[in-house]
């Protein structure tokens, strides 16, 4: 049973960072990869306060929260400046650059990791509470990037997303916009680093690399990057699915690399196939032609 | 206390240049494609990997020497490529595909080469040839190895080699118009698909010469490839998007301060050099390194005025 | 007869039994115990050995007839020697396969799982990490294994008291294995009367020491330490030699590789591993082993002393579910880690005696071994 919860915690936390990635990429058309360090900033904050400070788990993880909303500053303020390609490796060396300190640091632990977080939950019902609780969080999180989007705030957002020009020759601030929709992103991402860091009470840098991004691109991307069900299907068949596999009693041995061969094709599949995603967005899509303000040329 | 004499400073000049060879090889690789194809070519890891298990298998399992070992390697990792861009690359290119979407098929497709590439031969670590270390000799207080010397030669024989072939070879101006302006090269004729395979071959090329001269001296495993390329990126960024040779010049200058850092600081804070470089890029070039602007700039300057 | 009298017949036959018949004698049902070690992954080449070690183990028991008749069974799972996977790995052999103790290496898996252990009263058996924090880390966290203190210190001391080597560089692996174990050689040379003028560490994913190595260079020390994993060990000595370095170096088991005599060839000479398992002259089985290794499997084992611990570590965990079911208590976490601290010293066939207590550390003698003439020859025993 207790595997089980651990299953259901783990969907809860990827539906968190994968919806909280697609409102960046997704609905914002901010083309960051950068999430895991903000998870990783959440788990890595929401812990060592706990650590040190005593705080209790829910204090502990809005720290985590702001933490990884305030260091989205550090990287939105000087980057924001341009889209596309250019943020897109920025993104990728603030993450490495990020993870490269806290593996060097001491008091994160580093390279061996953060051990002996507290757990605010003991007890034979813990797997069952925590389960509810990432399942919760995790629905309150869609549901408020749902509102976010379909509100006033989210046309200005799919505005600015779909032509950029347009939308600053009408005097909106695309800049405050984008600041704020990544704060928001990255401060959810937080959330789920927090949630983390109480149930395994164990967290690691080898967690956040780039393969770490590469799966919830994945897991937006194959559920669909726009539309607020999208990233709850991707991250549910992303962790789920190997899981299910694993009990299929092949030879441990070629299990692993079998899993990931089988997983690439799939998403490699998927996006010949049904690139929109398993589930399509909701509410315009950009015309032909103009994705994401991009400029369109060869690739 | 470290001496700052002039042996250890001749001595970490040398060895830097040397193991910079293989960062120049995969850099020179990435912005070519990056330049000609406007891809960030995040398979170029994939295709690292193939090439470096292409050429074992021929040493260690068919038992080849070591040229035709290479060739084999050549020739697979042309074929890897190749296949890339003409199934991968053109189908999402006809459909408009947005260059996250582009990243993401890239990184994809490097992780389904490191998967397969694990399936087939497993995971222990290991170097191309049974032995790593080859003959050394004392220069002038300064150690110098067999494998330097070979590392030196091939990059600076293919970085020459591909400066020669863009400036005079007729194919290569072609690959420099397509660079520039893909439609305008077509409208005089120029074939910019057979740019890109071009551009891919060549990619193939200083890849494999790369992972030979990497995999002759370090074990490695089927995600080594995606470390190294890291850096193949930031030297890329930080010479200029679209500046082959400016990246080259980026991948040896930040290999030779990653070298001497550890005068200065604790030799496991080198990792992070690389990633201080490319914050002050951001910081101070938000609009990325431009430098095409500096040669232009240049030539205006000497043309006299007519 | 009737079907009602067939029934009550049943009934009466059941109950005759259930009541009639001692508690152990009706359950045959196997004894089941976790393994949790990398089979993929760069550290794949010595977890799926340790693996084919611990299943010659329970081999071993059940050709005895298992425990009062019960067959030992083992549950394998890959933890790709990650964190992240062990612990996944530890929560399925716990809540699906409901173990009472599993056995588990490799620093990093070992203290991530280290909380479940404690929560959910499973004992954890480390065998073969050697990171001196292991002994801190719960009380359902055990090493069969001497932890670093026990091999680097002797290592250390006997380069500076035996060699006579007067100072010496330190390099290690910037993580749990590395940071502990130099600390303790730090330690262990300085407290023997001897410096250490160079102390460095790098990065796992790097692959170029030069820069490292000139410092130790310039330091001019008499002996190195490298304290890495086999994956780099190899590439860090090469590269000393490539700079000119030719100072004898020493590490610990990892160390103890033939595959690194490959890698060097000549750069090999000299150098000094620690073994914690006895060697061929202390242990009449140990032949045996090694023989049935090069028949099946056409060489010896990646980290031969490693792979017997883990062949001993099933016949452990065997006298322990034994103890539990002798003195007719429930198999759970709980009893089996009173059976293992009451039995407190097993004999083992490939490992010699091991000792367990309740400071959670085991004390044996070091074997160091040194490479002559491309192959590896005892070189001392320190106790």
């Known amino acids: 049973m207790d595997y089980l919860y651990s ?143 379909r509100g006033p705030y989210g046309r200005a957002i799919t505005a600015m997303r779909d032509d950029e020009l347009a939308f600053l020759a009408l005097g909106r601030d695309a800049m405050r916009i984008k600041i704020v929709i990544f704060a928001v992103g990255c401060g959810l991402a937080g959330i789920a680093g927090g949630l983390y860091a109480f149930y395994y009470q164990y967290v ?47 030879p441990p041995g070629i299990m692993a690399p079998l899993q990931g061969m089988l997983f690439t094709l799939l998403v490699i599949v998927f996006m010949f196939i049904r690139p929109q995603g398993l589930i399509s967005p909701e509410g315009p899509t950009p015309l032909p032609g103009h994705r994401h303000g991009n400029r369109s040329g060869p690739r | 206390m470290f001496m700052f004499d002039a042996v250890v400073l001749a001595q970490i000049l040398w060895t830097g240049l040397a193991t910079s060879s293989y960062m120049v090889l995969f850099t020179i690789a990435f912005a070519l494609v990056l330049k000609v194809v406007k891809l960030w070519n995040f398979a170029q890891a994939g295709l690292m990997a193939i090439a470096f298990y292409a050429m074992f298998a021929a040493v260690n399992q068919f038992q080849w020497p070591t040229v035709v070992a290479v060739a084999f390697g050549l020739l ?68 110098v190895s067999d494998w330097d010397l070979l590392a030196v030669a091939v990059t600076l024989v293919l970085t020459i080699g591909l400066a020669l072939y863009l400036r005079l070879a007729r194919e290569g101006q072609f690959m420099v ?22 551009a891919f071959a060549i990619a193939s090329v200083f890849i494999c010469a790369g992972m030979y001269l990497y ?34 010049f980026a991948a040896v200058a930040l290999s030779l301060v990653q070298s001497y850092s550890v005068l200065v600081i604790p030799s496991r804070w080198q990792g992070l050099i690389v990633y201080a470089f490319l914050f002050i890029t951001i910081l101070f070039f938000p609009r990325g390194v431009n430098t095409s602007g500096w040669a232009t700039r240049l030539r205006v300057r000497r043309a006299p005025a007519s | 007869m009737n079907r009602q009298r067939r029934d009550v017949l049943k009934a009466a036959v059941a109950t005759a039994l259930a009541a009639g018949v001692p508690a152990w004698a009706q359950d ?54 990650d964190a992240q996977v062990g612990i996944n790995a530890v929560n399925r052999l716990i809540s699906v396969e409901k173990v009472p103790v599993f056995i588990t290496a490799w620093s990093a898996v070992v203290k991530a799982v280290a909380p479940i252990a404690n929560r959910e009263k499973v004992l954890e058996l480390s065998v073969g990490a050697n990171s001196p924090d292991i002994a801190k880390l719960g009380d359902y966290v055990f090493t069969t294994f001497p932890l670093a203190d026990v091999d680097v210190t002797a290592v250390a001391r006997y380069a500076n008291q035996t060699l006579g080597k007067k100072t010496a560089a330190v390099l290690y692996i910037n993580n749990d294995t590395g940071v502990e174990a130099a600390k303790v050689y730090r330690d262990a040379f300085e407290k023997a009367g001897g410096k250490v003028v160079a102390y460095e560490a790098y990065d796992p994913k790097a692959t170029d020491y030069s820069g490292m190595l000139l410092k130790v260079r310039a330091a001019n020390p008499e002996m190195v330490h490298i304290h890495g994993l086999i994956t780099d060990l190899p590439q860090v000595i090469a590269q000393m030699r490539q700079l000119g370095l030719t100072q ?84 759970n976490g709980e009893n089996m880690r009173r059976a293992m601290l009451t ?38 025993t320190v106790n």
């Open chain 3, 343 to 380: 039995i407190k010293r097993f004999e083992l066939p490939l490992s010699g005696p091991v000792e367990v207590s309740e400071t959670h550390q085991v004390v044996k003698p070091v074997y160091l071994l040194t490479v002559e003439k491309g192959q590896f020859v005892p070189l001392a």
């Open chain 3, 28 to 81: 045959r049902s196997p004894l089941k115990f976790g393994l949790a070690m990398p089979l993929t992954g760069s550290q794949s080449a010595f977890g799926k050995d340790q693996v084919t070690a611990a299943q010659w183990g329970v081999e071993s028991v059940n050709a005895k007839g298992g425990i009062q008749g019960r067959k030992l069974e083992m549950i394998v799972l890959d933890t790709q020697a």
């Open chain 1, 7 to 149: 299953i259901l915690i783990l969907v809860g936390i990827y539906v968190v960072l994968a919806s909280s990635f697609n409102l960046i990429i997704g609905n914002a058309g901010l083309v960051s990869i950068a999430h895991p360090i903000f998870f990783a900033l959440g788990a890595y904050t929401a812990g060592l306060t706990a650590i040190h400070f005593g705080l209790h788990a829910i204090v502990a993880t809005l720290a985590g929260a702001v933490v990884a909303a305030l260091f989205s500053l550090m990287m939105s303020l000087p980057s924001l400046r341009v889209s596309g390609d250019y943020l897109m490796i920025t993104s990728i060396g603030f993450q490495l650059g990020l993870l490269q300190v806290i593996k060097n640091v001491e008091f994160t632990g580093s390279q061996g990791g953060l051990s002996n977080i507290p757990t605010p939950v003991t007890g034979p019902y813990r797997g069952l509470v925590y389960s509810v609780v990432s399942l919760a969080i995790a629905a309150a999180v869609v549901w408020m990037i749902r509102w976010i989007v």
């Open chain 2, 76 to 143: 697979v990792t042309l074929a890897a490529s190749l296949a890339f861009e003409i199934y991968g690359l053109r189908t999402l290119r006809a459909r408009r595909t947005s260059s996250l979407m582009f990243f993401i098929f890239t990184l994809v497709c490097s992780e389904f080469a490191a998967y397969a590439l694990t399936f087939i031969f497993g995971t222990e670590p290991a170097p191309l040839f049974a032995q790593i270390v080859s003959p050394v000799r004392i220069l002038a207080g300064i150690a």
């Open chain 2, 177 to 198: 118009a397509v660079a520039d302006n893909a439609d305008l090269a077509e409208l005089y004729g120029i074939n910019a698909k057979r740019a890109f395979g071009a």
């Open chain 1, 204 to 250: 690691s840098p080898e967690q956040f690399e780039i393969l770490a991004s590469a799966a919830m691109l994945t897991m937006v991307v194959v559920g669909g990057m726009g539309s607020t069900l999208g990233p709850v299907v991707g991250a549910v068949l992303l962790i789920a699915l190997p899981q299910a596999i694993t009990f299929l009693e092949l």
């Open chain 3, 248 to 331: 004898r170096v020493s590490s610990y088991s990892a160390g103890y590789n033939p595959n690194i005599i490959k890698q060097l060839g000549p750069a090999a000479e000299g150098l000094i591993v620690t073994s914690l398992a006895p060697g061929e002259k202390d242990s009449p089985e140990l032949s045996a082993y090694i023989e049935r290794w090069k028949k099946q499997e056409g060489r010896v084992p990646n980290g031969l002393p490693y792979t017997q611990y883990l062949h001993d570590g099933p016949i452990m965990v065997a006298h322990m579910f034994d103890w539990v079911l002798k003195n007719n208590l429930p198999i």
């Open chain 2, 215 to 248: 995999g002759a001296r370090t074990a490695v495993i089927p995600t080594t490839s995606l470390q190294l390329m890291l850096f193949a990126v930031i030297a890329t960024l930080l010479g200029g998007m679209g500046n082959v040779f400016g990246a080259a």
